[in-house]
């Protein structure tokens, strides 16, 4: 449908709304929105209350125009400032929340998510760090080509690893395969991914790269194994609740990353 060989959507920018327009309809200007110049995304309704409830840093004054996909100010120790956001879920939330994001000037995007395992190798609550991802989405074709690799940049990602090793916090890294069908992760196509040596399956990652990307953003990804999808049976689930507190020692360990090279 897009390649990079055809004239397709992907090449267009003449778009009748834009992330700006959209924010001043709602009275919010977001060259004043102050986010600093990194955002946590995380990929849990639960844990975002939770980092809300607990990080002393919480600006109260701040409010997002989208009450479904909140963003709050924080500050850290140092009085850095950066943004943590819930975009729900699937690509093309993400998609438009990487431009919302752009609108108000973040440069750098760290995305913390759940993921299945497709490799026997990996346990629930392992920690995964992404190079990139399989394009499974729908909406990163309105974005480029499907030829356009969905990965990570190095050196955000690298930064990541750095901070994961010295917190003695143990990661896989490798790729994952962004699905636009949560109810349709069935046995073929997992047998091909496992196959291909990707580790794991979420509903993010390749919107998130890809969009990004194209969008000028730094953006870089650590997940938690939450499920299995094994030979014979799903072992786990796709919820946050079981795997909390290893995502709530990542969220610490990213936080220091940020004051510390961000």
Known sequence: MDSIFCDDIWTGD???VTPREDFLYHGFDPENA????????LFSSGLFRQVVETLPQIDPAFKWPYSTTPVQRCVTKSGKRFAIHFPSYGGARIANSLEQLAACGIQYVIGLGLGGALQDTLQIGDTILLEGAIRGDGV??????????????????ALLHRHLTQQNEAHTIGLSFGTEALYREEAHLIERLRDLGVLTIEMESSAFFTVGRRLGLKCSW???VSDRLSQ?????????????DKLLRLVACITQGIEADL
């Open 140 to 157: 990163s074709r309105y974005y480029a080509p499907i030829e356009y690799p969905a990965v990570a940049d190095f050196g955000l990602t």
């Open 232 to 244: 014979a049976k799903h072992e786990g689930n796709i919820h946050a609740e079981h795997i909390m």
């Open 222 to 224: 650590v997940s938690v």
């Open 34 to 41: 102050d986010l600093g110049k990194t955002c946590l995304v």
């Open 14 to 16: 003449a778009c009748y």
